[in-house]
């Protein structure tokens, strides 16, 4: 087992890690920029086990046993002693880096490093160190509590012995692993955006309202979500964000942003996360 995760990043992808890790059993600490954005990561995953308690899925005690596994800090010099880090902070390659770079300096020899990255180049990160055998992705996808789905990302300098760590420790969260290989969009995003990309295109030639494109994929391809509320949930920035990799990679015309996303993000219009985007959730 992995005995101590570290987790960096102060997004709601942090707090569902740092979940699943603890109910495995590992002793979990949780890094990020500012106390009240720390504190507010456990509020999070407290409310989050709450619920799970109201529901009959989690013991009172187990809850209490997964809270007192989890610590949250400022201090990037805590994660020192962690066996495995993963990173999970802005979808931006010069800051991961940089990140990635601290870390190295800062994490006990022999620890891995692992990014959260949907899409973004693994071996980037790993140059950054010097330790890139030890470096790989490990994409939990949102929300990690809930997902089965976890991509293990080999990039060209990752080792076996850290595949098979990272695929034990996934596979201890209850997790279904894939191993891909490091290439822009990894499985599912690589073949998930061109669908969401296409259908803010679809909306934007006035070929059906928004409402009816996202009744129609869910209703006719039998999809839990259409792809205008998805959109919404994974947040319009960071979905152009991924398209752009794509594209960048690949200069495919299926990855190359639609005009009217563009223009969304321009006008901070993300989705869930700003309470509006292609549906209104102010109210």
């Known amino acids: 087992?992995?005995?101590?995760?570290?987790?960096?990043?102060?997004?709601?992808?942090?707090?569902?890690?740092?979940?699943?890790?603890?109910?495995?059993?590992?002793?979990?600490?949780?890094?990020?920029r500012s106390q009240t954005t720390a504190d507010a990561m456990l509020a999070g995953l407290e409310k989050s086990l709450a619920k799970q308690v109201e529901r009959g899925k989690l013991e009172d005690g187990e809850r209490t046993a997964v809270l007192g596994r989890v610590s949250a800090i400022t201090d990037l010099g805590?994660?020192?002693?962690?066996?495995?880090?993963?990173?999970?902070?802005?979808?931006?390659?010069?800051?991961?880096?940089?990140?990635?770079?601290?870390?190295?300096?800062?994490?006990?020899?022999?620890?891995?490093?692992?990014?959260?990255?949907?899409?973004?180049?693994?071996?980037?990160?790993?140059?950054?160190?010097?330790?890139?055998?030890?470096?790989?992705?490990?994409?939990?996808?949102?929300?990690?509590?809930?997902?089965p789905l976890v991509e293990?990302?080999?990039?060209?300098?990752?080792?076996?012995?850290?595949?098979?760590?990272?695929?034990?420790?996934?596979?201890a969260c209850g997790k279904n692993p894939v191993e891909v290989k490091?290439?822009?969009?990894?499985?599912?995003?690589?073949?998930?955006?061109?669908?969401?990309n296409n259908a803010v295109k679809l909306f934007d030639a006035g070929v059906a309202t928004k409402e009816d494109i996202d009744s129609a994929m869910q209703g006719g391809c039998n999809f839990p979500m259409g792809p205008l509320a998805l959109l919404d949930l994974v947040g319009l920035d960071t979905s152009l964000a991924i398209l752009e990799?794509?594209?960048?990679?690949?200069?495919?015309p299926n990855y190359a942003p639609a005009p009217l996303l563009r223009r969304m993000v321009s006008a901070e219009r993300y989705g869930r996360k700003s309470k509006i985007g292609f549906f209104d959730y102010r109210k």
């Open 1 to 32: 087992m992995t005995k101590r995760v570290g987790i960096v990043g102060s997004g709601i992808m942090g707090s569902g890690i740092a979940e699943v890790a603890s109910k495995a059993g590992s002793e979990v600490v949780l890094r990020s």
């Open 78 to 147: 805590a994660l020192s002693d962690c066996d495995l880090v993963i990173e999970s902070i802005v979808e931006d390659l010069p800051t991961k880096k940089h990140l990635f770079s601290e870390l190295d300096r800062i994490v006990k020899d022999g620890a891995i490093l692992a990014t959260n990255t949907s899409t973004l180049p693994v071996i980037e990160m790993a140059m950054e160190t010097g330790r890139p055998e030890r470096v790989c992705g490990v994409h939990f996808f949102n929300p990690a509590p809930m997902m």
């Open 152 to 171: 293990l990302v080999r990039c060209l300098t990752t080792s076996d012995e850290t595949m098979e760590t990272v695929r034990a420790f996934a596979e």
């Open 182 to 196: 490091d290439q822009a969009g990894f499985i599912v995003n690589a073949l998930l955006f061109p669908y969401l």
């Open 245 to 252: 990799a794509l594209y960048e990679e690949f200069k495919d």
